[in-house]
């Protein structure tokens, strides 16, 4: 057995059993053949909280949330429980990385799209695409709204004679000013102003132009422009179709920026009335490499390189099902594309990718999966694209040298519902009506908010409960001495909890911060009481127990392994937890496992899960030979 190099593949929240049911239904023959020659772990688990930050964090040192620090999707700042920032800052993760271990020894690592390893985190040891946000030209570093993030230049942009939320409405008039135009066909016009959405980028841009066209059979034919140009169109579409990529410099505040796009014409009606036109994001094609410069090389691959935005336009009811599973392959074309070429062209050892759709697509929509056979074909539309994609990227590797292993974060699970509605659970609620938060209401707003002052307890991030300590807090107004005490109430108050319309107990465990090891989680900034529900409770993932299984849903990790050496067509049955797989791939590589790796080695999917012994028993016994020829020499008495 000789596995010289590996490839890691992260997918976001896929469900392990709509996997399987794609495989067996055969859209999904890369994943099958890699199944068949490989190793199915049918019990792979997540550590908790089930949510992105610490458990992508965790498949790259081995180390617990607890250990490696990044303990949720967002993290708070000193003693300040309301200033908070999404954790995708490599040094907010405290363990050592795969891939600094590794480099000790001169291995060399490319991280592709891998979350919370923003900025460069793999330093002179090789090549980062992306890592600030789920996507590339995402940002999760450059806003300080809980959840939100920013895109280079522009999300999605919709131009609609329709008032649509947060779409642009135009209005369409006779044109003025144009030259170039061809005689004997009928024009009107549209001046449009590109909206930065969501953009870290101030907008210096002038007015774009739509020009629609009769040639003789009403107005069917949409040109774009940046300048009053007949001979200069961006793109000429008809309605449904999409543009060819569009690459062009658009100017900020800041210089400017090359980006590449796409546009749909969705409609046009033949009396020049109605028309409504989609943008991809606008995506940079700078800034979101290392070394700088590399993205430079990936200008002109397939796909595009678009932020998750494109999610938010289907919920605003922008673009439809057929259309959101053209842009989520948009995405995983790119990603391929990338991943084919650095692995042909550049020198590595370890390779490691993330690929965010799954999770996007089930936060909308997966109560919808089961119900809606539209939505259930978007989904499989989704799980064939993504293994196109795995087929690109297992067309640049050697097999018989490498080691692939396919695993995830987590799953997801949809939520109970109680007639018309869905379950819904708030823990600070529940902390409320037994006295241990205080809210008001905003007069603006009519929304609720904390009262930091008054309140002994806030629940906070995804499964934390924090007791508001004097001592720790710059809002504090519990006292060291009654920590114990309401850690108590805390924890009888979600016990307590019945769900009114169900009679269910929604939470599964509730232990007090000292107790919390057992599951992975210490350190200052965890909560003073973590919480786990289950699995049909609201939120898809992140608060649900690892082992949940809900409907068509699955919280379980992904694990499927293949290389030399590895056992063929395998189901494995013990449990497989995320720690394992570091160390596991450098008991194959004989790499330094990273100090602060907690995890043990996956024995079972070796063919010899004794070979290492093997060989050192082997290594010795010639030692042992030349050992002895060496001697014999020196112990020789004539001379010559």
Known sequence: MKIEKCVVIGLDAPIVKSIKKYVEKGVMPNTKKLIEEGVWGENCLVPHPTITPPNWTTIVTGAWP??????????????????RYAAFFKDDCKAEYIWDSAGKIGKKTILLNYPSTWPNAVGNNGIQIGGAGLAINEYRTETKIEWAYTCDVSADLLFTTEELPQATLIEIREINGWKNLPEGEEFKGVEIKIDFRMSKEISDEPPWYFLLINSGNGFDTLGVYKEKDGTKPLAILKKGEWSEKIYTEIKTKNGSKKVVFKIKLFEISPDGKNLKVYFTPLCSLSGF?????????????DGLPVPDSFFNAYVLGWIDNKTLSEMMDQQHINLGEIANYLLKNKEWDLFFMHAHCPDHFYHPLINKVSVDK?????????????DRMFGRIFDAIDK???????????????????GDEFYIFDVNEILEKKGLLVTETEPETGRKKIVWEKSKAIGFLSVYVYVNLKSKFIH?????????????????????????????????????KQDARIIGLYGEKIGDVIYGINPEVNGEHGRQLTTGEYG????????????PGIKKDLIIERTIWLVDIVPTICYAMDLPVPKDCEGAIIYQIFEDTDFKRKEFEKLKKNYERLKEMIEAEKRLTHNY
């Open 552 to 563: 068509i849903g699955s919280m379980k990790g992904l694990f499927i392994a293949k290389g």
């Open 400 to 418: 018989d040298k490498t080691m692939i292993i396919i695993t995830s974060d987590h799953g997801a699970t949809p939520t109970e519902k109680i």
């Open 289 to 301: 490499g290392f070394p700088k410069g590399i993205e430079k090389e990936l200008e002109n691959l």
């Open 374 to 386: 539209e939505i259930e074909k978007v989904e499989e539309e989704m799980y064939a694209s993504i």
């Open 476 to 512: 504090g107004c519990v006292d060291d001495s009654e920590y114990e005490k309401i850690q108590e109430e805390i924890i009888k108050a979600l016990y307590d909890y019945t769900e009114p319309k169900t009679g269910k107990k929604p939470v599964a465990f509730a232990l007090k």
């Open 66 to 83: 607890g250990t490696h620090g990044i303990i949720c999707f967002n993290l708070f700042r000193n003693k300040n429980l309301s200033d």
